[in-house]
């Protein structure tokens, strides 16, 4: 490991994560009428470190590592950043950049206008919410680490409520106290290895750390904490309302950017903290707990009335995917931990969904400040009046499904290579089919928006060029990741992403997007009058809107608090049991 104390490349991962804060500070100190020009300031030159961050990174081909003050762990606190967490800087930043683009509509103040305190919030907002991210990232001890992932609660939280009606309170009340419980697990587990090892550090913690009873209960704490912060289904409590009660700018942050900071802290523990403690059986059952979240998240979504609604849900779903990894990176026996195709494929899949569910919202957003409302059934005609706007949603939306040429594909072709090498073809399936899903929420919304009108769509609001071209540089980027193949992937998985298997594979999942929206969506898909009921077909659809109903009605009873809070503490219980099954790695 490279001590880069006083060089450039350690003043860089200082810099990445003082400036958004010193931003923030300087924009509270300027005033409202200054704050959107200071965080457009700190955005190209966070950018700009993010990218020297990663050129030295490459260049020294190590972790580089910066000491505060010259002091050394276990005194002293270090900045770190590998592989994973340059890439999540950098995707960050762009994310960030897009997104301050994007609010710029919605969140500016002209000379001739009052100052408004949600604009003023927003900004500041979105710098404390990147400050906080990029400490996440480069964090070296699993304290700093706490504060950092508070700092991004606490940023988080104001971000739902910035329109400030009694829904959006209720639902940052509810994301904030259900937070606070995980924030509590953590800490716990944060307590029981420091007085079982005398240090927090991640490499002298990792080096100290045995597989006993001190080391799996802090586990199963701080992951199921860690979980609660990350909505994984089924402690998802707060994220719908949340998310889309959320101005669309909000919802983008929050759901691209905040979510990925408790998920980045579950990876630190797994692979870099306590790989000699995990086990087989519970690498199972975190992505069980994802496995469930693509499929429910994904039914409900198709049951939605609403726009925003349908995206905050398929965000539910998307949030599984993320940890499908974790069992696929053990090897064929299930004794060891590895980094590799699983590790990358992960990371990946976390990119391709922040940069794509961004798109998605800014462009649900859009489709609401045109029309002033987001009805699904009622976006008839939105293709012709908003085209740049559909195609961004839909861009995003191949992205998410993981077809060609998207950076989901290649996270997909990863994972399916390690659960092909572990011999686990359950997630094979999974994988697969969680595709469906995601092109049955696409199609159905396509669908409605390409619609004709029997009279002209007259839009409420003219919306932004530059608030579109924004989303569809997002989904464009979410794309373009396909790009890293010709880059240094493990094994090089995608020879030639437009052969007739891989296209084949795209046009079954459509068609079984397709064949779900059909079913499962509230209103007829078809214009034209559906088959009888007696019918065959009229049979399937009844079976497959009390399917959905009855997805619906579970949906509401995990989200209820006396669920959520039993389930969090059962889940880890679960997890305090299952690391002790099997082999530890």
């Not at 509810?174 to 697990?185: Q, T």
């Not at 990176?329 to 794509?356: I, K």
């Not at 030639?496 to 296209?503: D, G, N, R, T």
């Not at 007829?524 to 009229?538: F, M, Y």
Request: one cysteine or more; proline letters at 5%; glycine letters at 10%.
């Amino acid at each position: 490991m490279a001590l880069s104390t006083g060089t450039q490349a350690g003043a860089l991962l200082a810099a990445a994560v003082l400036l958004p804060f010193v931003g923030m500070l300087l924009g509270l100190l300027l005033g409202g009428r200054q704050v959107q020009r200071v965080a457009f300031a700190s955005m190209p030159l966070g950018l700009a470190l993010a990218l020297g961050i990663t050129v030295a990174w490459l260049r020294e081909g190590q972790t580089l590592v910066y000491l505060l003050g010259g002091w050394a762990p276990p005194l002293g606190i270090a900045l770190r950043a590998d592989g994973l967490a340059v890439a999540m800087l950098l995707a960050v930043a762009a994310v960030v950049c897009g997104i301050g683009l994007y609010a710029r509509a919605d969140f500016a103040t002209p000379p001739d206008a009052r100052e408004s305190r949600a604009a003023f919030s927003y900004w500041l907002l979105l710098m404390a919410v990147w400050g906080a991210l990029n400490l996440v990232f480069v964090s070296g001890d699993l304290f700093t680490l706490y504060v950092a992932l508070e700092l991004l609660t606490f940023a988080g939280v104001p971000l739902v409520c910035l329109a400030g009606s009694g829904e959006t309170l209720r639902a940052a009340l509810r994301y904030m106290l259900f937070a606070l419980c995980g924030s509590v697990l953590y800490l716990l587990g944060a307590v029981l290895l420091y007085g079982g090892y005398g240090t927090l550090d991640i490499p002298l913690l990792a080096a100290a750390v045995q597989p006993g009873a001190i080391a799996r209960t802090a586990l199963a704490l701080m992951t199921a904490g860690l979980l609660a912060k990350t909505a994984l289904f089924p402690l998802h409590i707060w994220l719908p309302p949340a998310h889309g009660g959320a101005p669309a700018a909000a919802s983008a942050v929050l759901s691209a950017l905040v979510i990925k900071g408790s998920w980045f802290l579950v990876l630190r523990l797994w692979f870099d903290v306590m790989p000699g403690v995990v086990t087989w059986a519970s690498a199972q059952l975190l992505a069980g707990l994802g496995a469930m979240a693509i499929v429910a998240g994904s039914v409900v979504a198709l049951r939605q009335e609403r726009l925003k609604l349908l995206v905050a849900y398929s965000t539910v779903a998307q949030i599984g995917y993320l940890f499908l990894m974790f069992p696929l990176a053990f090897d064929a026996t299930g004794n060891a931990l590895v980094h590799g195709a699983a590790s990358t494929g992960g990371l990946l899949q976390a990119v391709s969904h922040a940069t794509a569910k961004a798109a998605m919202f800014m462009a649900a957003g859009l489709v609401y400040a045109a029309l002033g409302h987001d009805r699904i059934a009622d976006l008839a005609g939105v293709a012709r009046m908003l085209p740049v706007t559909v195609l961004a949603f839909v861009l995003a939306g191949i992205a998410l499904m993981g077809v060609v040429p998207s950076g989901a594909y290649l996270a997909k072709k990863l994972l399916l290579d390690a659960a092909d090498g572990s011999r686990q073809w359950w997630w094979t399936i999974v994988l697969q089919g969680g595709a469906a899903f995601t092109a049955g929420y696409v199609v159905l919304v396509l669908v409605n928006v390409l619609r004709r009108r029997s009279a002209a769509l007259i839009p409420v609001k003219r919306v932004s060029r530059l608030a579109e071209f924004a989303a569809l540089l997002l989904a464009v980027g979410s794309l373009a990741l396909a790009l890293a193949a010709l880059g240094p992937l493990p094994g090089h998985p995608v020879s030639s992403p437009l052969a007739p298997k891989e296209l084949a594979t795209t046009l079954l999942v459509l068609l079984g997007g397709a064949l779900l929206a059909l079913g499962l969506s509230r209103a007829p898909l078809l214009a034209a009058p559906g088959p009888a009921a007696g019918a065959p077909a009229g049979r399937l659809r009844q079976a497959a809107l009390a399917v959905g109903m009855a997805f619906e009605q579970g949906d509401r009873l995990v989200r209820r608090w006396s669920f959520a809070s039993i389930g969090l503490l059962t889940l880890a219980a679960l997890f305090g049991a299952l690391l002790l099954v099997g082999p530890a790695t």
